[in-house]
């Protein structure tokens, strides 16, 4: 049997049409390569032996095909089709009971429930993801700060894991360590690192009381890098769009009560709020269909980037950082 990549309807093997939706299905496995005949099974070329129709993408040959070129130059992502990818990645928290002897606790809990979280006690920086994969905390801060830590470092996780789930989506593959340095690559370039800074900070902001948001990590990436103030406004709208969006499925889990409770633990801590910070934020975001327009744009325009032999090092380091983490 052979399910129809339009409708998703399965045929008999033997069909050169969907009975469903008509669509004609490609009778032969050609190599993108060598242009080789192979096997419907075949996920590497009987001829030149390179990965064809892979369950992932697993080496950066693979990634920078011309096919692959052709896939992300025509995406499409319709709203309802978004909407669908991005839920899918909160679906875990919906089996999720969020526990904890202390409010840090819960956040620790329900962060851990996507990605694993480890303590820290080194550095400046209140906390950190490795490579998408790794939130790092300050377990020396007070509870309060760490909760905004944890939070903020979860959005950088959701960012990640959305336009990983695109990718995948587009090139009909699973994740894997290859396409993840890509992502990471994408999102450690200048402009776009200040878009993901902005959104985690956005997000860390809605869950904790007025007057203590803090854009302090974008504001010295802003100063340090020197980025125009158009390309600014624009990744400031761009990171906004991104963080409304986790937060509208935050806000299922981190819900009034357990806001309250995180209200608390800042009187606890006695921490003076500053609202030096509330001027930052902004209300401004893109329609979805835009957002996702440009991104798909942004990500090829950078993917042919990427693709040149100049930038292979780079990718080949963050790869191994991943695999070694």
């Not at 990983?164 to 593959?173: G, T, Y």
């Not at 985690?200 to 100063?223: C, D, M, W």
Request: charge should be negative; proline fraction near 2%; include cysteine.
């Amino acid at each position: 049997m052979k399910t129809c990549d339009i409708c998703g309807t399965l045929n008999f093997k033997e069909n050169n049409y969907c009975t469903h939706c008509g669509n004609k299905f490609i009778t032969e496995n050609l190599c993108p390569y060598c242009g080789a005949v192979n096997e419907d099974v075949a996920t590497h070329c009987v001829k030149c032996n390179k990965q064809i129709n892979p369950v992932y993408i697993d080496d950066f040959d693979t990634l920078f095909s011309d096919y692959n070129h052709d896939l992300l130059l025509n995406a499409e992502i319709s709203d309802e089709e978004y909407e669908e990818i991005v839920s899918k990645l909160f679906i875990r928290a919906d089996y999720l009971e969020i526990y904890g002897d202390t409010t840090k606790n819960k956040i620790l809990n329900f962060a851990s429930a996507f990605t694993e979280c480890k303590t820290k006690a080194r550095g400046y920086e209140r906390g950190y993801i490795f490579l998408g994969n790794c939130i790092y905390y300050d377990d020396r801060l007070s509870d309060s700060v760490q909760i905004a830590t944890l939070i903020h470092e979860l959005a950088h996780y959701f960012l990640f894991s959305i336009v990983e789930s695109i990718l995948c989506h587009i090139f009909k593959v699973k994740p894997s360590v290859t396409l993840q340095s890509f992502i990471w690559y994408f999102l450690t370039l200048p402009e776009f690192k200040i878009m993901n800074e902005y959104c985690a900070h956005t997000v860390e902001g809605r869950f904790v009381p007025f007057g203590y948001q803090n854009y302090g990590s974008y504001n010295i990436l802003i100063k340090n890098l020197g980025v125009d103030k158009e390309s600014l406004d624009g990744m400031v709208i761009f990171g906004n769009t991104f963080a409304n969006e986790i937060i509208h499925y935050l806000e299922n889990y981190i819900d009034e009560e357990l806001r309250e409770e995180i209200k608390l633990q800042y009187k606890k801590d006695l921490t003076p709020p500053s609202y030096e910070s509330i001027l930052t934020e902004t209300s401004d975001e893109l329609p979805l269909y835009i957002k996702n327009k440009t991104l798909l744009q942004v990500l090829y325009d950078i993917f042919k980037e990427a693709s040149k032999e100049s930038v292979r090092i780079e990718l080949e380091d963050i790869k191994k950082g991943i695999e070694l983490n």
